[in-house]
T-cell receptor, first 113, second 110 residues
Framework: QKEVEQNSGPLSVPEGAIASLNCTYS??????FFWYRQYSGKSPELIMFIYSNGDKEDGRFTAQLNKASQYVSLLIRDSQPSDSATYLCAVIPPGGATNKLIFGTGTLLAVQP | DAGITQSPRHKVTETGTPVTLRCHQTENHRYMYWYRQDPGHGLRLIHYSYGVKDTDKGEVSDGYSVSRSKTEDFLLTLESATSSQTSVYFC?????????FGPGTRLLVL
């Protein structure tokens, strides 16, 4: 079992819809969770991080964390064609004093105009 | 922008030759990381550094070495490049728990 799993997609949503991206992780003791966006040919850029159970909102983005079920999700409201990218989920496993990240393989999001 | 640059940005080399990639940061961050990114595998940690001359291995360190003689520079060396090391290489720095990435280096080993 991979430590961090994501559906590779592509996830296709119409412009203006809500895109829901999901990620599961295997190590129950993981504490810190991150979402990155990566455009084709570019480097990953941080969208959000979340540490506590529940929701965290930043503009059109909401991260949701459920430690009991070991999943973290990213909702994108009012999706725009410019949101089309690969979204990477990353986790700091237990004992992560050096802040090493474990990444999922990413979900490709395609927002259709 | 976390003040990270990578050089070269693109490189083509031949199997068996040594290759060094450079990561430079301007903001005095303690932690630096080297990743490779390949289709189907995502980002995988090669080596990381937690200070000058302090480095450790990541998930896919075989065939790679690193050095950090100054806070601002973290070098990744492929001692004898192989075709399996064709990849995109990203450097990152850590600010508290959050990592920020450099622009990447595309390496093709023929």
């Amino acid at each position: 079992q991979k430590e961090v799993e994501q559906n590779s997609g592509p996830l296709s949503v119409p412009e203006g819809a809500i895109a829901s991206l999901n990620c599961t992780y295997s190590d129950r003791g993981s504490q810190s969770f991150f979402w990155y966006r990566q455009y084709s040919g570019k480097s990953p850029e941080l969208i959000m991080f979340i540490y506590s159970n529940g929701d965290k909102e930043d503009g059109r983005f909401t991260a949701q964390l459920n430690k009991a079920s070991q999943y973290v999700s990213l909702l994108i409201r009012d999706s725009q064609p410019s949101d089309s990218a690969t979204y990477l989920c990353a986790v700091i496993p237990p004992g992560g004093a050096t802040n090493k990240l474990i990444f999922g393989t990413g979900t490709l999001l395609a927002v259709q105009p | 922008d976390a003040g990270i640059t990578q050089s070269p940005r693109h490189k083509v080399t031949e199997t068996g030759t040594p290759v060094t990639l450079r990561c430079h940061q301007t903001e005095n961050h303690r932690y630096m990381y080297w990743y490779r990114q390949d289709p189907g595998h995502g980002l995988r940690l090669i080596h990381y550094s937690y200070g000058v001359k302090d480095t450790d291995k990541g998930e896919v360190s075989d065939g790679y070495s690193v050095s950090r003689s100054k806070t601002e520079d973290f070098l990744l060396t492929l001692e004898s490049a192989t075709s399996s090391q064709t990849s995109v290489y990203f450097c990152a720095i850590s600010e508290e728990e959050t990592q920020y990435f450099g622009p990447g280096t595309r390496l093709l080993v023929l």
